[in-house]
């Protein structure tokens, strides 16, 4: 069976090509997947847009409001860098449902992977940083509401510190938070995960896979997670230009095949999001994206 694929043409909220945020890459991300036969036009799993009770779950039920009727304050649109217009709220719940859509594909197949996912800066009270909902955080929310597992691990790979899923999870003892990132890079006021493996400027191939191979032995015998969710931004990449580490192609691929692998060897489920990636070159960091899509692929 293939490993299931998610992706929702909304995940793209069409932003102008010079905005920070490189939207236009979950369009190019999808279509580079089907150039390359790695998922088939008709291959993918299509999401609802997740449920304002599911959003509740891990945010606060007046800034859920405020997205979904568009009354975001100015000073919470300012904090996640770009105004919440009806297709960007509309873009955040099906990123949401799609990472919903990949935990139970997951729990019944082994591993999914959503197109979109892992907006990590946001909140219980708010966004922040790209990140209206925290997808994952919900996510992991709705399976332990459903009485769907007792145990969540989160893995954070995106260069950035995944402050707001630590802070949402941090006086639940059923989740357990693993932050890989650079340490001197946003946010400036981290927060404490129940792990959190700071790197230094520059870390490369060798020296992040030994940190990342030690901090996955950990957090598993400390978690003792029934699914995993993966974050695999690709934003440590030498190239990113919100980086700061200094990856390669071949190490970010290692890098998935490392962690997909780790859980897969023991067979918890895992489900994968794409996270960050900040490239002003939408080919190469659509490209740099489809890695974790192809590595999830060799474990069919």
């Known amino acids: 069976m293939p490993v299931p694929m998610i992706h929702h043409?909304?995940?793209?909220?069409?932003?102008d090509a010079h905005h920070r945020f490189p939207m236009s890459k979950f369009t190019r991300l999808v279509q580079i997947l089907v150039e390359d036969g790695i998922v088939a036009p008709d291959g993918f799993h299509i999401p609802a847009p997740a449920l304002p009770g599911w959003l509740r779950l891990a945010h606060d039920p007046l800034y859920v409001d405020q997205v979904l009727f568009t009354a975001v304050p100015p000073a919470i649109e300012k904090a996640i860098g770009f105004k919440v217009d009806e297709r960007v709220a509309m873009r955040s719940r099906c990123a949401t449902g799609g990472t919903v859509l990949a935990a139970k594909l997951a729990l019944a197949e082994g591993l999914a992977c959503n197109t979109a996912g892992g907006?990590?800066?946001?909140?219980?009270?708010?966004?922040?940083?790209?990140?209206?909902?925290?997808?994952?955080?919900?996510?992991?929310?709705?399976?332990?509401?459903?009485g769907d597992v007792g145990q969540v691990l989160v893995v954070d790979c995106d260069v950035h510190q995944g402050d707001g899923t630590a802070r949402i999870f941090a006086e639940n003892p059923r989740v357990f938070t693993l932050s890989i990132h650079a340490a001197r890079n946003y946010p400036?006021?981290?927060?404490?995960?129940?792990?959190?493996?700071?790197?230094?400027?520059?870390?490369?191939?060798?020296?992040?896979?030994?940190?990342?191979?030690?901090?996955?032995?950990?957090?598993?015998?400390q978690g003792r997670p029934e699914i995993v969710f993966y974050n695999a931004g690709v934003d440590p990449h030498a190239e990113d230009r919100l980086g700061r580490l200094a990856l390669s192609d071949s190490?970010?691929?290692?890098?998935?095949?490392?962690?997909?692998?780790?859980?897969?060897?023991?067979?918890?489920?895992v489900a994968c999001v794409v996270g960050g990636g900040?490239?002003?070159?939408?080919?190469?960091?659509s490209r740099r994206h489809t890695i974790l899509h192809r590595v999830a692929r060799e474990f069919e």
């Open 251 to 269: 190490g970010l691929a290692e890098r998935d095949r490392a962690v997909i692998g780790f859980f897969r060897d023991r067979n918890i489920p």
């Open 188 to 221: 400036t006021d981290k927060a404490q995960s129940d792990l959190d493996v700071p790197l230094a400027d520059g870390t490369g191939d060798i020296a992040y896979l030994e940190s990342l191979g030690a901090a996955l032995t950990e957090a598993t015998r």
């Open 119 to 146: 907006s990590h800066h946001a909140g219980r009270a708010g966004g922040a940083g790209f990140s209206v909902f925290n997808d994952v955080a919900v996510a992991a929310s709705v399976l332990l509401a459903d």
């Open 9 to 15: 043409p909304a995940f793209d909220a069409e932003f």
């Open 278 to 285: 900040y490239s002003r070159d939408i080919e190469a960091l």
